[in-house]
């Protein structure tokens, strides 16, 4: 089991940038996606951006044009940077990881990191 550690939270005022890290105990070139999610209270856990091994990067349509993530395998570390921050941005950032092997998918969660814009 991987162990995934975010970082780079905080408070940030509308309009500014934040970039998020989620660094990661294994090689994540091991892992089929780096992928990030978002929870606010009340609501399931969405997905803002993955970055697939293989293939072009996805992001929430809420995000396009803003976020970026980034997948550096020399330091295996995943980055999320975000700009033009947004009140609807606020909630908790969870970095995940997945591997699958034949048809068996596996998921390792962090702890997740508080993003909140407000002035």
């Known amino acids: 089991q991987v162990q995934l550690v975010e970082s780079g939270g905080g408070l940030v005022q509308p309009g500014g940038s934040l970039t998020l890290s989620c660094a990661a105990s294994a090689n994540i070139f091991l892992f089929n996606v780096m992928a990030w999610y978002r929870q606010t209270p009340g609501k399931q856990r969405e997905l803002v951006a993955a970055h697939p091994r293989v293939g072009s990067r996805i992001y929430a349509d809420s995000v396009k044009g803003r976020f970026t993530i980034i997948r550096d395998t020399a330091k295996n570390t995943v980055y999320l940077q975000m700009n033009s921050l947004k009140p609807e941005d606020t909630g908790v950032y969870f970095c995940?990881?997945?591997?699958?092997?034949?048809?068996?998918?596996?998921?390792?969660w962090g702890q997740g990191t508080q993003v909140t814009v407000s002035s």
């Open positions: 995940k990881a997945r591997q699958v092997v034949d048809t068996t998918a596996g998921d390792s």
